[in-house]
């Protein structure tokens, strides 16, 4: 009962309501002992009347505001129904928070929705973590058995109870699933693979479609999962509980069968499924009752694919899973069976001999079809020791048909189970301890029910007294380790329920004394429970229903149940012939006789018994209640030798609508399943309790004396008694205080009180001083007003004398400006008079003085043009003689080519066996000879087309000349009429030339207004351009931004692939090592040889170590020196024809597909002997054809040029312009100086020396031998190498590698093991023996291989391999012969020792490197990752490294911690961000001593701030102790040192600080403000690395641990809710991060420099001495 006191006006109650269950309400006025009604006021705002007979019928009270949405109903002030109802309601709806705690259990409702909250990245955030600690999940209540089973050594038991469609199969999924991850991460095994297997079986053979739930479970089970000594699983084993047989031959309306029958008809079109005559779901009678074919939102086709998978991962072969669905088909073709009644009055039956489906049956079982037809419609009856034959009444033969069908897939569903244990057992013997997860039915209440409910209630009963009886041990517990004197707490106990079921003469014993009875029937059975209970001895909890004889009533602890007693007998017998079952076991296939021959086994686990001619007593003791019970008592006994944890899963409405809550469906099952009765046992008795500590930081206001920390027990046990007089309502224990229910609230009352007075108090003396203040600035106000306003006047007076002065200023001003105006006006019009007189005498003298210059000009004109005509006749003459001379001078130089022709072809007849690439080359310069001299022909013929031109147009020159020359000269004497009308054409001409200078001028400015519009357009042409331009660029940037993510990507799926590749081979050498000690143990040894054989790894040339076939070449992370097929093909189409030439001769391509490409047809003419003869002949003939049609394209341009040269000269002949004349010579010149620069062009081309100095440097080989490596022979200088015999390389390789001890190893120089190992290879490669190279190579990667598996936990070690590995790598890139390929024309490249590629070719090999490189890497962050992942939550999140700031902030009300749970050290031990930056300091001095590459470093960085910033903010996401102002203080002081300290090491750059910008932006929403719209604005702009449903949970789990802060509200969330949606949010909408992300890695590549064994410094403890310089 609540404290009175608290009821006083403004406290909130809970009052009863119809269809909420429980309705807030506030009271009006306060209640004073003695009243019959209360005034209250509810949420509509209705005042209603709450009557009060007693102190005990007042209303419960409501919890603070600050409690609202605990994740522990303990937690709250008052423990009652509407209490924990609301607080369900409020986390579930407001919170879509589906897990609560409630003292030791976990309440669960069912979403009906996916929630990303069962990932491995959450599932990484709980393993580890103390439960108190996280946020309530399922992974939470696993992660407690877990660890309390590793620490205790005792088995635990996870019990997971609920109504039909609550969610309690994916709870035990999910769990099942923690398991497997966390039990399976040390062994590399399939025995969790094969536990998770297990899930997808059961569901299809053992869960159905009901009105309730769309996946629901029709057995009980339970799964123990064996743990080894070290946490891993080592095997399971399952048992099952009363599976529902009655599913299988009937199904109620919207129902359907079990899932296993849909998935088979679903995959009935399937080849290897036709054998079974499968049909639709609606034509089998066993499916299609319910009416409910498909389920909506699954595929049973796909699911029939997982239940196959999954009985493969358990190792049942295809051959046996096909029996198995031929029996399932079987079962549906049975159902499908007619038999029809026959004789006078129906007392026989009969199946037609013609009934398809029975033939079906008979065939896919292997059984007589005719005796199962017999049997199927007769029994066989013991009459006076005779056997007969009865015939079977059509009702009778369905029955016994449906109870044959019941009973095989009851055999078949135990089969399986044993199948599955099978499976399950444990390969190592046997476990040391265990966890068990029940997923076992909850109380279940219908309109009508039955034997199945009776059962299930029975076994909620039972688990219901164990779950009571714990929660009550668990309170003794706590009270005797604080030592307190307690009473002992009065708990309902059921055991007189269990009794009536249980116990003698109960309502199981009964029932199987009837089943007994030969004509034994429900309606006897019924009499007898009356006479029993109702009659002899009254049961106060049986009850028999008014309206009817055939039910009873139970009242249950849940409810009350009235159970129907039709079919109680037929269930309970559950009875099949054993005529039916001896056709069975005579089947022919082997799974159908398994099934039946061991009938006495079978029988107890197949919950029925065979009924045959002689009724044995024996064989009807084991009915379904007597094997249920005994099942239950087994797993009762199991339960009680486990510690328990139990899950309530709740379902929250019944239309399976997604976070829609149904109050009074949850109350129901909130009374059902005990949630109610753990908060009444903890209400009993001291449910809040607080530390001495946590007491005195919250309440010192109300303790007197001295206030000291250090005495906070004694100041509590000094104040308790002033504040609360009740000594009963409060218990002082060893290191805390108890209180009762209210009592907090009552001290709460007090202590806000007390701080009400003292803010009164405070406000008086505020108020005081701010009226004083007040007063004394309104005075000092009025004074400064008084003496404004006098000034003001002063100020008006004096600017009003201002004014007066200056209009009579401006006055005077304008008037003076008016007269000056006019003055001006007349003077400017006499100046323009003058100007105008005065220009136009100018002109007059100026045209004038432009007639005597126009004439003077002409004279000039006409001598100088006479002058230039008689010197480029001479110019002319001289050009022709240059021409002729040059004629005879190219002339002899063809003679001399062509005698050097001859002279080349009698070279190539003396010496037949010269390379093809001198009879090549000569028969180009013959081909370019030859094009010469056509060339020259055509030159010549177009020069005298071009001199007979000319010498035409000089004749019409001459002609012309003449004609002018025989012209009568002009008459002298002019008349006056000829020079009137001379004055006239002049002055009409000047008119013109007027007329024209003005349209010249209108021209002009049409010109300007053009070309400022052409400067507008080009301007907007330029802007459009730049704009056009600027959009490329941004769309390459965001291709170059796209592909660099693919690219990524794929360096992230190949990288994930050597980390799988790395897994599978751990995985294989685990296996390995068991059989060899199983092996050992039967007694089987091998040899040393063989076992090392064994375990060697395999050669790099295999798939493990070089997966090339797998990924591209871009994925490598090394920058490649070997140019792509990309980069080949694009140098193919940009380069110039002579390139292209170069790369196509350079390339391996056949001679005949060069002839194919060149269009050069084979020549059947040529008869030579000898295939070099015939190989030269072609290769002279492809080159030919290349320089034809170099030259035809030089000729097509020439050709060309001359045709534009007439067209220019005919358009010259037709103007006949001098001017254009003299043009069109020039022009005729300067093409006779491009024919010379042709004709030099073509000499050069003729030059051979550059093609002969070539051929000195190609190898005189047979003509196929590749010309694309030049340097395929080493030079004889090549020095400085180390020099490994055949018989020293294993001992090379142990010195070098693998037994060089750490110490050692760290003191060599660096990169010295790859060094030597070059160096020898090199040695090998140079010497031609190029097999001792490649496996030099492969054995010394095999072997650092192996080195670096050996130092999986020394970081040192793992970085200096991953330095000689690097090396390597480089080396052996830069020195292969892909390297140096574009270095074939380089002369220079081949005077260098550096650049001379090796012949052998280990690209293969390389690729193998550069995988192990990777490997090295992720080792490297894997010992980092192992050594940071238990220091960065206490480290990053709990520790203080701001002294004193969290010490006042004490939360409110402190969670009580789970039983078993282990806290974390404090003091000393408990890590800090000093142990955090610790380990980092190693990583960076390991990187550092081994000069590894700084963007290394830096993506090494980037990933380890990753995992720190992943697992911090996961950890704060899911705890809400963490989530306040003072925490995210200490957050962001702790990141704040982490980023100083990588700025201090210069490794921001490469993003890792930018990794961490999630927590820090999480710190910083901690410490913001959370009231205003304008705080939600701000909150959206900043934490833009935060995803929407991140900030969102973090507003929900802020904790106010101080009374200055407050409680984020619902409708600020609701608000930042709206504004999260309208951003364009990148981050994706997942509320963890995944802390398993792996970054690509990318290893820069830098050309090492050049090695020699000389400059190597090899310490003599190496013992390699047997290596010789060479």
Known sequence: MATLELYTKGAGVWVP???????????????????????????????????????????????????????????????????????????????????????????????????????????????????????????????????????????????????????????????????????????????????????????????????????????????????????DIIGANMRTYLLEKSRVVFQASSERNYHIFYQLCSARELPEMRSLKLEAPEYFHYTNQGAEMQIPGT????????????????????????????????????????????????????????????????????????????????????????MLVKPMTGQQALEARDALAKHIYGQLFTWTVQRLNSALRSQKGKAKSFIGVLDIYGFETFDQNSFEQFCINYANEKLQQQFNRHVFHLEQEEYVREELAWNRIEFSDNQECINLIEGPLGIFDLLDEECRMPKGSDENWARKLYDQHLTSKPHPHFRKPRMTNSAFIVFHFADTVQYECSGFLDKNRDTVFEELINILKASQFELVAELFQQQGSTLSVANGSVRSGKRAAKEHKLTVGFQFRQSLQMLMDTLNSTTPHYVRCIKPNDQKAPFMFDPQRTVQQLRACGVLETIRISAAGYPSRWTYEEFFSRYRVLLRGPKCQDQAQASCREALPHLIPDTDQYCFGKTKVFFRAGQVAVLERLRSERLRVAAVIIQSHVKGWLARTRYSRILWAAATIQRYNRGALARRLALTLRYTKAAMVIQKTYRMLMVRQIFLMIRSATVTIQAFTRGTLA?????????????????????????????????????????????????????????????????????????????????RVDQQARESSALRETLNAERETASAELDALRGIIQKLESQKQMKPPPSPVISEKEVEERRRAEEKAAQEILRLTRELQALQKDKDCICKAKEDISARLHEKEKTQEECVQKAVLQASAALRSELDEEKMKYQGLLRELSRLEQRYDNLKEMNLLTEHARGHRRTDSAQSLSLEPLSPSSTPLSPQSLTPLSVSPFTSAFPSPEEQRRVSVTSSTLERRLSVWSSDAPLDQLMEMMDVAKDPAVKKKGEDLEYAYDAVRVANKFLEIQLQKQQSQWREE???????????????????????????????????????????????????????HISPLAPTTDTSCPAQLKPAGVTGMLECRKRDETKLIKSLITDIPPDSALALPLGLPASVIFLCIRQADCSGDQARARSLCSAALVAMKTTLKKQTNDLNMTALWLKNVCLLHDLLIQHSPKQNKSSLFDCQSLDSDELISMTTDLSDLIRSLSDLCIQAYQQLLSITE?????????????????????????????????????????????????????????????????????????????????????????????????????????????????????????LQAGGAVATLEPLIQAAQLLQVGKKTAADAQAIVRTCTALSSTQIVK????????????????????????????????????????????????????????????EELVIPDSLKISFLRRA
């Open 17 to 231: 309501d119809p269809e909420a269950v429980w309705v807030s309400a506030t009271l009006l006025r306060d209640y004073k002992p003695g009243e019959e009604q209360l005034l209250l006021q509810l949420q509509n705002g209705n005042e209603v009347h709450y009557s009060v007979d007693s102190p005990s019928d007042l209303p419960p009270l409501g919890n603070p505001d600050i409690l609202e949405g605990e994740n522990d109903l303990t937690a709250l002030s008052f423990l009652h129904e509407p209490a924990v109802l609301h607080n369900l309601q409020v986390r579930f709806l407001d919170y879509n928070s589906i897990y609560t705690y409630c003292g030791i259990v976990l309440v669960a409702i069912n979403p009906y929705d996916q929630l990303p909250i069962y990932g491995e990245e959450v599932i990484d955030a709980y393993s580890g973590q103390d439960m108190a600690d996280m946020e309530p999940h399922i992974f939470s209540v696993a992660e407690e058995a877990y660890c309390t089973m590793t620490r205790e050594e005792r088995n635990q038991s996870i019990i997971i109870s609920g109504e039909s469609g609550s969610g309690k199969t994916v709870s035990a999924k999910f769990t099942m699933r923690y398991f497997a991850v966390v039990g399976g991460a040390s062994q590399q095994t399939r025995v969790e693979e094969r536990v998770l297997a297990s899930n997808p079986i059961m569901e299809s053979i053992g869960n159905a479609k009901t009105t309730r739930n769309d996946n629901s479970s029709r057995f009980g089970k339970y799964i123990e999962i064996g743990f080894g000594r070290n946490g």
């Open 299 to 386: 595929n049973d086709l796909s699911d029939l694919e997982r239940t196959r998978n999954a009985f493969t991962v358990l190792g049942v072969q295809p051959e046996q899973q096909m029996e198995l669905f031929r029996v399932l088909s079987a079962v549906m073709h049975l159902g499908n069976v007619n038999i029809q009644a026959s004789g006078r009055s129906s007392d026989r039956s009969y199946i037609n001999a013609e009934d398809r489906s029975l033939a079906v049956f008979s065939k896919l079982l292997g059984v007589e079809r005719s005796q199962m037809a017999h049997w199927l419609c007769s029994r066989r009856l013991a009459v006076g020791g005779e």
């Open 843 to 923: 002109r007059h003298r100026y045209r004038q003085l432009m007639v005597e210059r126009a004439a003077v000009l002409l004279q000039a004109r006409v001598r100088g043009w006479l002058a230039k005509e008689a010197y480029r006749r001479v110019h002319a003459a001289v050009v022709f003689m240059q021409c002729c001379v040059r004629r005879k001078a190219s002339r002899r130089e063809l003679l001399r080519l062509k005698a050097e022709a001859r002279s080349v072809e009698k070279y190539r007849e003396l010496n037949k066996g010269m390379e093809v690439k001198l009879m090549q080359l000569q028969l």
């Open 1202 to 1256: 001359i045709e534009a040269l007439r067209n220019q000269l005919s358009q010259a002949i037709c103007c006949g312009s001098s001017a254009k004349k003299q043009d069109l010579w020039e022009l005729l010149e300067a093409r006779e100086f491009e024919c010379m620069r042709l004709r030099r062009e073509l000499k050069e081309l003729r030059n051979t020396v550059s093609l002969r100095h070539l051929l000195t």
């Open 1426 to 1546: 192992t050594q940071l992942q238990k220091l960065i939550v206490p480290a990053l999140l709990e520790s203080e490294t701001i002294a004193g700031l969290s010490g006042s902030a004490v939360k409110l009300i402190v969670s009580r911690k789970r039983a078993g749970s282990d806290p974390r050290p404090v003091g000393a031990d408990a890590p800090t961000m000093a142990s955090v930056l610790r380990q980092l300091g190693a990583l960076h001095t390991a990187l550092s001593c081994q000069s590894l590459p700084l963007s290394l470093a830096e993506q090494a960085f980037r990933q380890m701030t990753y995992l720190i910033c992943a697992c911090a903010l996961n950890n704060l996401l899911l705890r809400k102790d963490m989530c306040c102002w003072s925490r995210g203080m200490q957050i962001r002081y702790n990141v704040s040192l982490l980023e100083e300290w990588l700025r201090s090491r210069g």
């Open 1594 to 1653: 973090i507003l929900t789990l802020y904790t106010p641990h101080s009374d200055l802060d407050e409680k984020v509200t619902i409708n600020f969330i609701r608000t930042v809710q709206e504004l999260v949606k309208g951003r364009s949010d990148t981050q994706p909408a997942q509320l963890l991060l995944e802390v398993r992300r792996v970054f690509p890695v990318t290893f820069p590549y830098s050309p090492p420099p050049a090695l020699s064994a």
